[in-house]
């Protein structure tokens, strides 16, 4: 989540310091940044959960023996 905002707030920058703007566009990519950041850890928190609950039911028999 870091590496996406550092690299918005990055191309924010480069983008105020060529067109000569006073933070507009380091303000429009940190929000972009932070949501995309927010994505990638959902699906992340998404995947952990998904692999324990298939860890799960890998250990139970299915013809339903112990």
Not at 19 to 44: A, D, P
Request: proline residues 2%.
């Amino acid at each position: 989540m870091a590496g996406s905002i550092l690299f918005c707030f990055a191309v924010g920058y480069f983008l105020d310091k060529w067109l000569g703007t006073k933070g507009l566009f380091i303000f429009i990519f940190i929000i972009l940044g932070i949501i995309g950041g927010g994505i990638t850890v959902y699906r992340q928190i998404n995947e952990v959960i998904d692999l324990k609950g298939q860890k799960h039911t890998k250990e139970k028999p299915e013809d339903g023996r112990d």
